[in-house]
């Protein structure tokens, strides 16, 4: 009878809240520096996608911006009919050219190609240093020769403190996928994939919603949709000067 209230009552209470000891506890300091590095490398390598996915999306936002701001003064200029007066796509123009000049700015001061490899580089010298030291406890358990860990602490440091640091994100992200070492289970887990991917797509909602105007501001002008119509369109009809 307990090990029926056990296997059904207990065990998926403590995984649906995961009551369980998260982190796995280990008493050997090599095998401690080597769970350590394994997560720092997941982080950095982490760092290093992510770093390239902004320097990927940040170009794929000036595109987009300079395609629209190309194709408006084209079509204001075809002689079609335009549900927006000119000052509206004067504005808009002006708005689109700013953008493009702020992300050109952003794209050439962040670095995010050279930050990306330089993470990428750090994480595979943190393997390769793995590696070694995995195979170092391998042959002193046959040998009964002590490792000196001190080198591979200090080998660690200067690997590690070379590219820039990785953020939140990029260790919660890491945790979760390191099944192994972290047994973090039901709402608990849930709740931090959210939480990471909120993190994580937080840099991406301006551009995105400047790109998603963008295209609607353009899909109006062609009659395709009467999204903005109703706003900038009747701003086309209020005089701007009142005579006495």
Same mark, same amino acid.
């Given at each position: 009878? $307990? +090990?029926? &209230?056990?296997?059904?009552?207990?065990?998926? =209470?403590?995984?649906? &809240?995961?009551?369980?000891? $998260?982190?796995?506890?280990?008493?050997? *300091?090599?095998?401690?520096?080597?769970?350590?590095?394994?997560?720092?490398?997941?982080?950095?390598?982490?760092?290093?996608?992510?770093?390239?996915?902004?320097?990927?999306?940040?170009?794929?936002?000036?595109?987009?911006?300079?395609?629209?701001?190309?194709?408006? *003064?084209?079509?204001?200029?075809?002689?079609?009919?335009? *549900?927006?007066?000119?000052? @509206?796509?004067?504005?808009?123009? %002006?708005?689109?050219?700013?953008? #493009?000049?702020?992300?050109?700015?952003?794209?050439?001061?962040?670095?995010?190609?050279?930050?990306?490899?330089?993470?990428?580089?750090?994480?595979?010298?943190? !393997?390769?240093?793995?590696? !070694?030291?995995?195979? $170092? =406890?391998?042959?002193?358990?046959?040998?009964? @020769?002590?490792?000196?860990? $001190?080198?591979?602490?200090?080998?660690?440091?200067?690997?590690?403190?070379? *590219?820039?640091?990785?953020?939140?994100?990029?260790?919660?992200?890491?945790?979760?996928?390191?099944?192994?070492?972290?047994?973090?289970?039901?709402?608990?887990?849930?709740?931090?994939?959210?939480?990471?991917?909120?993190?994580?797509?937080?840099?991406?909602? %301006?551009?995105?919603?400047?790109? %998603?105007?963008? #295209?609607?501001? =353009?899909?109006?002008?062609?009659?395709?949709?009467? +999204?903005?119509?109703? #706003?900038?369109?009747?701003?086309?009809?209020?005089?701007?000067? &009142?005579?006495?």
């Amino acid at each position: 009878m $307990e +090990c029926l &209230f056990d296997t059904f009552v207990v065990k998926p =209470i403590v995984w649906l &809240f995961s009551f369980q000891l $998260e982190e796995k506890q280990e008493n050997d *300091p090599a095998q401690k520096l080597l769970n350590s590095m394994r997560i720092t490398a997941k982080c950095r390598f982490n760092a290093s996608i992510r770093l390239g996915r902004s320097s990927r999306y940040s170009f794929l936002t000036t595109t987009v911006l300079s395609l629209g701001l190309i194709f408006m *003064p084209l079509y204001q200029n075809s002689g079609l009919t335009i *549900p927006y007066g000119d000052k @509206v796509l004067s504005m808009l123009q %002006i708005f689109l050219a700013v953008a #493009v000049l702020v992300y050109s700015v952003v794209i050439g001061t962040s670095k995010y190609d050279l930050r990306a490899a330089a993470l990428d580089r750090c994480g595979v010298g943190i !393997k390769g240093l793995i590696r !070694k030291l995995r195979n $170092e =406890i391998s042959e002193s358990k046959d040998s009964g @020769v002590s490792i000196n860990l $001190e080198k591979y602490h200090a080998d660690y440091h200067e690997i590690s403190t070379e *590219p820039e640091n990785h953020v939140r994100v990029d260790y919660v992200f890491a945790v979760l996928e390191s099944r192994a070492d972290f047994k973090i289970t039901g709402l608990k887990r849930l709740f931090l994939l959210g939480k990471a991917y909120a993190m994580y797509s937080i840099p991406y909602l %301006i551009p995105t919603a400047m790109m %998603i105007f963008e #295209v609607l501001f =353009i899909l109006d002008i062609l009659g395709v949709t009467n +999204c903005f119509t109703g #706003v900038f369109g009747i701003a086309k009809s209020i005089p701007t000067t &009142f005579s006495g």
